[in-house]
């Protein structure tokens, strides 16, 4: 259960000179409302009309278009703005059509998560280390007054592992209920002695229990060395796969280390360093319910296509079950993509930097690009990872097309969320 926390900011008498939104009672619908050639606005009600003359109304119009019954009596109405407003909003308040009545407002972003990272102190300070949520084709606040996310969609984050146990990622990984052995409604529960999550010791039993070819793959699975435990481990490549979920995925507005782009998805977490891990971990993510699949990597060693057909099928494969699939598309400054970017059926991402441009620090370092490339993200971020010992779990800043892809990852799980949740089978029969 979050807590969110409204950070409103307060507009005390800071409404739009010149505005008012009228809502007419009901028996008075529908409005006639005729514009004459002198502009003088009349309606079919009379004293509206005295009103609107006497404070030089010049726009008188139905504020929605559709057909959503609960707002066809929504009129807004404009004067002009030397006028004064609070004059006009108590001679309307009178009059005995009106059911309702309202200045207009200008809107913040009702949530701002209180993240350390994302908010620091002062908290104008608040795009400093996360700027990428703030540049202007992201805009994650305005996305996320829309969707902070749905926790019944899930994200494979294919990669070199994730440390579920952290704090900051437990409470948003993927957990198999189908080897919630004790029926306790969860895999993976919060040691308070140690602070980490765990598996659940009622589950831990070394059999396939759903029987998908996996035992006791409670968050997914390690492919790499074929076990049930896809945490980061300190070879092959580290904490690559933490800094991705950490983009992604991160938990919320609680209080601690960064914000997530999705708030509420599920990670399941797949582990792999080769493509033979990853055809495999495409299967689990169709078997096992993943909705988008995250891939943070390229493949360069694929000279010709024909060395790729097997990977390529399981990602078409992947693809014709519905799964979302995300890939980076490098960082070489070349003009190129590789596989799994340049495959039709996924989606490859290139990275900006913070002037909204594309990122590039000259020969040999920037985002790869081409016309392939179907959409960009920022290509930096903060995110858990571990010290250089090992020892501890810090934030880190990290960048590269890897960054960029789990944004736009996350964002492909916000939109299946809401269009399920706008267009789903009980939305449709309620509606
Ligand atoms: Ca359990
Ligand atoms: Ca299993
Ligand atoms: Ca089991
Ligand atoms: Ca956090």
Known sequence: MFILTLNHVSYAQNYLKGELLLDIKREFLP???????????????????????LYNCFSFEKLYKGKYSAVQGLYLLKFPDTLDIDKIFSSYSQDTHIH????????????????????????????????????????SELGWDIARGYSTIVIMILDTGVDYWFHEFGGNIWQNLGEDYDGDGHTLEW?????????DPGDVNSDDNDNNGYRDDFVGYDFYDDDNNPECENVYKGD?????????????????????????????????????????????????GA???????????FNSPSESLLFKAQIDSAYAHGLVLVA????????????????????????????????????????????????????????????????????????????????????????????????????????
């Open 291 to 301: 909705d988008v699949v995250n891939m943070s990597f390229y493949i360069p060693g």
């Open 191 to 199: 040691d308070p002695i140690n602070k980490k999550w765990k598996f």
């Open 100 to 139: 309702l009545l309202s200045r207009s407002y200008p809107t913040e972003p009702a949530i701002i998560p209180n993240d350390s990272l994302y908010l620091p102190d002062p908290p104008n300070y608040r795009y400093a280390y996360q700027w990428s949520h703030n540049m202007m084709h992201m805009q």
């Open 328 to 431: 980076g598309a490098g960082n070489n400054n070349e003009e190129k993509l590789y596989p799994p970017a340049v495959y039709d059926n996924v989606i490859a991402v290139a990275g900006t930097d913070s002037f909204d441009l594309k990122w590039d620090v000259g020969v040999g370092g920037g985002s790869n690009y081409h016309v392939g490339v179907d959409l960009s993200a920022p290509f930096q971020n903060w995110g858990p990872g571990h010290d250089k010992w090992w020892e501890h779990m810090i934030y880190l800043y990290k960048s590269g097309t890897s960054i960029s892809t789990p944004f736009v990852s996350a964002l492909a799980a916000l939109i299946k969320g809401q269009h399920l949740r706008l267009w789903g089978p009980n939305s449709i029969t309620n509606s």
């Open 240 to 288: 690559h796969g933490d800094q991705v979920a950490g983009t992604s995925s991160a938990v919320t507005n609680n209080i601690s280390g960064g914000a997530g782009t999705d708030w509420y998805a599920k990670v399941m977490i797949a582990r792999e360093s080769t493509t033979t891990d990853c055809i495999s971990a495409l299967a689990y993510a169709v078997d096992n």
């Open 31 to 53: 409005v006639n409302v005729q514009v004459e050639p002198d502009s003088n606005i009349f309606t079919n009600l009379g004293s509206i009309d005295s009103l609107n003359a």
